[in-house]
């Protein structure tokens, strides 16, 4: 499931986008595309680890290799993608090394999409390295877990973050830090943005969609509500006519107030969008200081309760 930690504390994510949210009538697969895609997927998912071993080594081949992966993987789903990169070769020096990217949360197809365009480190669930056939893959990629229910890992992760940038990796966020439908979204929260300040390091906002067979955005591959990752897996796999559409915009620089950068970086992943945030946080209920996360940590330190 999405949603499967009651709200433990005020900083804990939640989404209104459930079922609801989902298309009525999708178009779908014929029965035997079906089968092919299911095929596919587990070869490459077979294959990717296996190509991440190989270029170990060389940081490029290994790079190189596991885009091949993804966008094998990604073909499998049925799933086109499309790149627009408009920045200028200045701008797109800025990110060339070690970066942080910031990018809105819509579904487990997101760190695909994303990995099939440039691999990186990504901060996801916790649980997701148990997630089947998913875990392999994040496993693979070593995903930096998060624990959103424990606010004293807050601080580690940020840590975590800063350092593998400064080591010249790629860190993926998505610090709306839970799903939301792709037409809703939630606003930006500046904590694992603190990485960013802390190794002065610039910042590449990325606008990421999904489009029908119309060039309409849809909320087709949505990861929300109730639905269980193997449910979703297979509705998914059915659907047909989907496109990711990935958009560098220009990189923002770090400055030093983690507010101001996730405001900067809200506009320019959602400048079309034409609507306001479901929710804005509160900067002292959401995003609390290192003094406020351990103090809350020690006030509740059980584990939240699942729902």
């Given at each position: 499931?999405?949603?499967?930690l009651?709200?433990?504390?005020?900083w804990?994510?939640?989404?209104?986008c459930?079922?609801?949210?989902?298309?009525?009538n999708p178009?779908?697969v014929?029965?035997?595309?079906?089968?092919?895609?299911?095929?596919?997927?587990?070869?490459?998912?077979?294959?990717?680890?296996?190509?991440?071993?190989l270029?170990v080594?060389f940081?490029?081949?290994?790079h190189?290799?596991?885009?091949?992966?993804a966008r094998?993987?990604?073909?499998?789903?049925g799933?086109?993608l499309?790149?627009?990169?408009t920045?200028?070769e200045?701008?797109?020096?800025?990110?060339?090394?070690g970066?942080?990217?910031?990018?809105?949360?819509i579904?487990?197809?997101?760190?695909v999409?994303?990995t099939?365009v440039?691999?990186?480190?990504?901060?996801?669930?916790?649980d997701?390295?148990d997630?089947?056939l998913?875990?392999?893959?994040?496993?693979?990629m070593?995903?930096?877990?998060?624990?959103r229910?424990r606010?004293?890992?807050?601080?580690?992760?940020?840590?975590?973050?800063a350092?593998?940038?400064?080591?010249?990796?790629?860190?993926?966020v998505?610090?709306?830090a839970t799903?939301w439908?792709g037409?809703?979204?939630?606003?930006?929260r500046?904590?694992l943005?603190?990485?960013?300040i802390?190794?002065?390091?610039?910042?590449?906002?990325?606008?990421?969609?999904?489009?029908d067979r119309h060039?309409?955005p849809?909320?087709?591959?949505?990861?929300?509500g109730?639905?269980t990752?193997g449910?979703?897996?297979?509705?998914?796999?059915r659907?047909?006519?989907?496109r990711a559409?990935v958009?560098?915009?220009?990189?923002?620089a770090?400055?030093g107030?983690?507010?101001?950068?996730?405001?900067r970086?809200?506009?320019?992943?959602?400048?079309?969008d034409?609507v306001?945030?479901?929710?804005?946080?509160?900067?002292?209920?959401?995003d609390p200081?290192?003094?406020?996360?351990?103090?809350?940590?020690e006030?509740?330190p059980?584990?939240?309760?699942?729902?």
């Open positions: 499931m999405t949603q499967p009651v709200r433990a504390h005020a804990m994510p939640s989404s209104p459930g079922d609801g949210c989902l298309p009525k178009p779908t014929r029965r035997i595309v079906l089968v092919l895609r299911i095929a596919a997927a587990i070869a490459a998912f077979a294959l990717l680890p296996l190509l991440v071993v270029g080594p940081p490029r081949v290994r190189a290799l596991t885009r091949l992966g094998m993987l990604l073909s499998a789903i799933i086109d499309t790149v627009l990169d920045r200028s200045r701008e797109r020096s800025r990110t060339a090394g970066a942080l990217h910031v990018s809105g949360h579904s487990w197809t997101d760190v999409v994303l099939a440039r691999p990186s480190t990504f901060v996801a669930r916790a997701l390295v997630w089947p998913l875990g392999r893959l994040a496993r693979a070593k995903v930096l877990p998060i624990d229910a606010l004293r890992e807050l601080p580690a992760v940020v840590d975590q973050v350092d593998r940038i400064r080591a010249g990796a790629s860190v993926v998505f610090p709306e799903t439908c037409l809703a979204y939630g606003s930006l500046p904590a943005l603190q990485a960013a802390d190794s002065e390091t610039w910042v590449q906002p990325i606008r990421l969609r999904y489009l060039g309409e849809t909320t087709a591959t949505c990861f929300v109730d639905e990752i449910a979703s897996i297979g509705r998914i796999f659907l047909a006519g989907l559409e958009e560098f915009t220009a990189p923002e770090p400055g107030d983690r507010h101001d950068l996730a405001r970086c809200e506009v320019a992943i959602r400048r079309d034409g306001e945030p479901a929710e804005r946080p509160r900067k002292d209920v959401y200081t290192v003094h406020e996360v351990m103090a809350e940590a006030r509740s059980s584990a939240p309760t699942v729902a």
